[in-house]
């Protein structure tokens, strides 16, 4: 086996030809230091606007599921309402298909309905039974926009408001 002399082919500096540093490699060592700290400052940046920016949209999201009134129930059964949060809501329309053609339906409701807590409310199926349903006139026809209720089955959204309270008046001296 033969062993090479690496510094004779030139792998190796030998004492005598130790490099000294040039002024262009202390400046790109100095370059590449400071490339290295901008991409890790980067990173963490946008490694944290993301994250930020994940935490701020789900608040919004729960809070707007919580303000939410959730309807369960098709048309020729009982239809029952509930929230995740307390608080006065009132339902006063209710939405659906009509049987006719499917077309956007609403009817109002003999008397509204006022959810006080989470404990929800229900409206009975003879009272959707007796519902009359609209939707949107044919101007020039002398159609007054009544349709047929959705069918049985159909699923049914509800048009409520959630009462928000103003602060009481301060007194004045």
């Not at 993301?50 to 239809?79: C, E, N, P, Y």
Request: hydrophobic share 40%; proline share 7%; net charge positive.
């Amino acid at each position: 086996m033969r062993s090479t002399n690496r510094s004779k082919i030139g792998l190796m500096p030998t004492n005598e030809e130790t490099p000294e540093e040039t002024p262009a490699a202390v400046e790109i060592r100095a370059l590449c230091r400071r490339l290295f700290w901008l991409e890790l400052w980067l990173t963490l940046l946008t490694t944290l606007l993301i994250v930020g920016g994940g935490v701020f949209w789900m608040q919004g999201a729960m809070r707007h599921t919580a303000h939410t009134l959730h309807a369960s129930g098709k048309m020729g059964g009982d239809l029952h309402f509930a929230s995740i949060s307390d608080g006065l809501m009132i339902v006063t329309h209710l939405l659906g298909n009509s049987a006719d053609g499917g077309q956007p339906a609403i009817a109002t409701l003999p008397r509204p309905l006022v959810i006080a807590d989470s404990g929800g409310g229900i409206i009975e199926a003879a009272t959707l039974k007796g519902l009359v349903w609209y939707t949107r006139p044919s101007i020039g026809r002398g159609y007054d926009g009544r349709v047929r209720p959705p069918a049985p089955g159909t699923n049914l959204m509800a048009c409520y408001y959630r009462l928000e309270f103003s602060e009481p008046p301060k007194e004045t001296r």
